[in-house]
C-alpha cells in the first residue's frame, strides 16, 4: 500500500507550483504503464456483467416532444417519454413500413410515426414491442438482451454518485473508430495523462496499481522534481479480488502555467463498458467522471464505431459552490468543450489501439 502523502483540502482549493517542469523534462511512466496490468484490469473489466444495459444518452436529451434515438450493436432505437413521464422505447423502425421513429414527434406523450401517424404510447402494438429502459437521472439506458447474450438484470450498474440534488452535471457525447474495449483500456492506462494531455494534467504520479500495491518508483513521492530520481518501476502484483481492482493516482489539474489544483483520484471499471473516476481527496471530493463506450455497429467503410458518453457529476462544500450550480446553464458548454478536448486525443489512441490490433501488432 502506498504511503505518498495526499493532497489534503485546504483554505484555498488552487497551488502554485513552485518548480514547473518542461513537459519533456517530466519523469517518463513508460516503465510503470505495464501493458500487462493494463491487459489484466481490461480482462477483468470485459469479464464483469453488463445485464446487457447499454447508454444511449443523456436523460435531458429526451425531450418533450422529441424522442431520443440512436443505433447500439446496429439495432435501432429509440426512447421517449410517456403521458406519464416515464420512459418508453423500443426499436427504432415504424412497424408499418418500417419509417425510422427517430424523425417522428411525441404528441401528448405519444410516438406518431411521420409516414402514415401510427401511434405508440410504449405498449406492445401491431407488432412493436417495448424493450426494458432506465433512466438513472443523468444518462438514459437500453437493455439488449440479443445483443449482449448475458443474463439479463433488472437494472443497469449505474456507479455511485453525489447527489444529484448538489452536484452540477454535464455529459458530453463523441464517436470514435474502435470497440468499447478500446476506450476502456485507454481509461485503464493512467499513466499516459500529463504526457498526452498536459495542457490538463500535471504532476502525476500513479500511487496505487490493481491489488492494492504502490505503483509509485522507488525514492520518488508527489511534489518531487520530475526526472530526479531514475529508479526502476515497481511493479503491480496479481490481482487480490474486486474491492481493490483500481488505480489510485495523484495529478493536478492545470489552470494556467504554475495555477493547478492537487487531487487524489481512483479509476475503476465496475461494468465492461464504463470507467469511473472519482475523486477521493483533495479539492471536488465525491466528485465522478464516468465514462461509458456503447458499440454503435460498423460504420460505411464496414469498420466498428464506439460511442463514448462521458457523464460529469462535480460535487464541492465550498460555500461557493451553490452559485455554481445556479450558473450551470453557463458552465455546461465549458464542461462540455473541456471533455471534448480530451475525447479528441482519447479517441485518437483507442483507434489506434484498434488499428494495431486488427493488424496484430498490439503489444503485449
Known amino acids: 500500500m502506498s504511503t ?65 434515438s440512436g443505433t447500439i450493436t446496429g439495432v435501432e432505437v429509440v426512447v421517449w417519454r410517456d403521458a406519464r413521464g416515464r420512459l418508453v422505447g423500443g426499436p427504432g423502425a415504424c412497424p408499418h413500413l418500417g419509417a425510422p421513429l427517430a424523425d417522428s414527434p411525441v404528441r401528448c406523450g405519444t410516438l406518431v410515426c411521420h409516414w402514415h401517424g401510427l401511434a405508440l404510447d410504449g405498449a406492445p402494438f401491431a407488432g412493436w414491442e417495448p424493450w426494458p429502459v432506465h433512466d438513472d437521472g443523468v444518462l438514459v439506458w437500453v437493455r439488449l438482451d440479443a445483443a449482449g447474450e448475458e443474463p439479463p438484470t433488472p437494472a443497469p450498474v449505474v456507479p455511485a454518485r453525489p447527489p444529484r440534488a448538489t452536484a452540477l452535471t454535464s455529459v458530453w457525447r463523441g464517436v470514435g473508430v474502435c470497440e468499447p474495449e478500446d476506450v ?34 522507488p525514492g520518488e513521492r508527489p511534489g518531487e522534481t520530475p526526472g530526479e530520481t531514475p529508479g526502476e518501476a515497481h511493479a503491480g502484483t496479481p490481482y487480490a479480488g474486486e474491492d481493490d481492482d483500481r488505480f489510485v493516482v495523484d495529478v493536478s489539474f492545470r489552470l ?81 468543450a473541456a471533455a471534448g478536448r480530451l475525447w479528441r486525443d482519447d479517441l485518437a489512441y483507442a483507434e489506434r489501439r484498434r488499428h494495431l490490433r486488427d493488424l496484430g501488432r498490439f503489444p503485449g
Open 4 to 68: 505518498a502523502p495526499r493532497p489534503r483540502r485546504g483554505r484555498f482549493p488552487l497551488r502554485l507550483r513552485r518548480r514547473p517542469v518542461p513537459w519533456q523534462r517530466q519523469r517518463p511512466t513508460w516503465r510503470e504503464a505495464r501493458p500487462a496490468v493494463i491487459a489484466g484490469a481490461l480482462e477483468r473489466a470485459l469479464a464483469r456483467p453488463s445485464g446487457n444495459w447499454y447508454v444511449l444518452g443523456a436523460s435531458t436529451d429526451v425531450r418533450p416532444d422529441r424522442p431520443l
Open 184 to 217: 476502456v483500456a485507454n481509461r485503464l492506462d493512467p499513466w499516459h495523462g500529463a504526457w498526452f494531455h498536459p495542457y490538463s494534467f500535471v504532476d502525476l504520479t500513479v500511487v496505487e496499481t490493481p491489488g492494492g500495491t504502490s505503483g509509485e518508483r
Open 256 to 336: 494556467t502555467g504554475r495555477l493547478v489544483v492537487p487531487v487524489r483520484a481512483e479509476f475503476t471499471a465496475p461494468e465492461p463498458r464504463t470507467v469511473v473516476m472519482r475523486i477521493t481527496d483533495g479539492e471536488g471530493t465525491g466528485s465522478v467522471v464516468e465514462s461509458h463506450a456503447t458499440p454503435l455497429g460498423p460504420g460505411g467503410s464496414g469498420r466498428p464505431r464506439t460511442a463514448v458518453v462521458e457523464a460529469v457529476l462535480a460535487t464541492s462544500d465550498r460555500p461557493g459552490f451553490p452559485v455554481a450550480r445556479r450558473l450551470a446553464p453557463a458552465l455546461r458548454p465549458l464542461m462540455r
